[in-house]
């Protein structure tokens, strides 16, 4: 962590938004994964439109894992960046196998609600602590979440 960050927030306070933040990241790049797992991998007379869908939504959060990582350094913490830390803090599973159709838009509409709920998480502290541009990021990524959700949920 460096020493010399003066931007108006404390460091005890940096430090447990950037831990909710990290946990953010890993719930976003799982997501990303998943999402780009299915994309390659569904079948059925549904291909096209879910291929679409998911190209759509994980070209999105690859630019989100971007953000959040680049937070995480602005507050002064190292971003967590590979695949065990990401298993560590993530509260999304990983499918054990690969579902159908039908099951990959349940599986993706429960981790996109598990990503809003996690963001809801790390609002208070970042209000809290007068951290805008923290809680503005937090916020952006819910209303995209809640939306991909809404989405999904209108697919079932």
């Known amino acids: 962590m460096s020493e010399n960050?003066?931007?108006g927030i404390g460091e005890e306070a940096r430090a447990e938004i950037a831990g909710g933040l990290k946990r953010l990241l890993?719930?976003?790049?799982?997501?990303?994964?998943?999402?780009?797992?299915?994309?390659?991998?569904v079948t059925g007379p549904r291909f096209r439109d879910l291929h679409l869908l998911w190209e759509e939504q994980y070209t999105e959060l690859a630019?989100?894992?971007?953000?959040?990582?680049?937070r995480i350094r602005t507050l002064g913490h190292p971003a967590p960046g590979?695949?065990?830390e990401f298993a560590g803090l993530?509260?999304?599973?990983?499918?054990?196998?690969?579902p159908d159709a039908e099951g990959m838009l349940r599986d993706l509409l429960a981790a996109q609600e598990a990503v809003v709920r996690t963001a809801r998480e790390i609002l208070?502290?970042?209000q809290d602590a007068g951290d805008e541009s923290s809680a503005s990021l937090v916020s952006d990524r819910m209303v995209v979440h809640e939306k991909a959700a809404w989405m999904l949920r209108s697919l079932l």
Not at 63 to 70: F, G, I, R, T, Y
Not at 90 to 98: A, F, G, M, R
């Open 5 to 7: 960050i003066n931007i």
């Open 26 to 41: 890993a719930d976003t790049y799982t997501l990303y994964l998943k999402t780009h797992n299915y994309h390659w991998n």
């Open 63 to 70: 630019v989100a894992v971007d953000d959040l990582a680049e």
């Open 82 to 84: 590979t695949y065990r």
């Open 90 to 98: 993530t509260s999304i599973d990983e499918p054990e196998t690969v």
């Open 124 to 126: 208070p502290p970042a």
